[in-house]
């Protein structure tokens, strides 16, 4: 799967949306990619694991972690293709925890999933988590990197698709400053 046949599902299924939106990390913009119309539909879903897990093929990793929400049904797939265990990191107090018995050991080669990057909020939360079982990270991968590759990570990074998607702070929002109403999406509310 290239970069145009991931725009092309986004495009096709509905889930590129254009209006005023607050996106999860705070930012607006005017674009959001609901990744979940892709996430809801199995055939396409696996299409889309089954090519971030080629990116992983040959680099020796026992365990994928996504961060809930969407990074929980990509992780399992990812894993599923790649014949490994897949968990998940949740938010806690001061960033992700592993919770329902989840844990890694230290040395386990770990590949870290998502679905659309904005910031890399939950990506970093996730690191940090790893990190602290002292697991080696061997790459990380999403779905749809929509800050066109301005947000770096230390480990190897991959994306489906890379998209340059306008994000402002609210502040410098020129939808705000014309009075467009917005709406909020995503997992996290402010």
């Not at 947000?151 to 698709?161: G, H, M, N, S």
């Amino acid at each position: 799967m290239n970069q145009d046949d991931m725009l092309r599902l986004f495009e096709d299924s509905g889930a590129l949306l254009r209006g005023h939106f607050k996106l999860t990390s705070g930012k607006h913009s005017d674009v959001y990619y609901e990744k979940f119309t892709l996430l809801k539909q199995p055939a396409t879903c696996t299409r889309i694991c089954e090519a971030m897990a080629d990116i992983f093929r040959d680099s020796g990793v026992q365990t994928v972690v996504g961060p809930t929400t969407g990074g929980i049904i990509i992780a399992y797939d990812v894993a599923r293709y790649l014949g490994v265990e897949s968990i998940y990191a949740e938010p806690g107090e001061d960033g992700r925890v592993f919770k329902r018995g989840f844990s890694l050991e230290k040395g386990r080669k770990v590949v870290i999933v998502d679905d659309v990057l904005t910031t890399g909020r939950s990506i970093f939360e996730v690191i940090d988590l790893v990190e602290s079982y002292e697991a080696d990270i061997v790459g990380i991968s999403e779905m749809l990197d929509r800050s066109n590759g301005t947000v770096k990570f230390d480990y190897p990074f991959k994306a489906l698709t890379t998209v340059a998607a306008d994000a402002w702070e609210p502040d410098d929002c020129p939808l705000c400053k014309k009075g467009e109403p917005i709406t909020q999406r995503g997992s996290r509310r402010f």
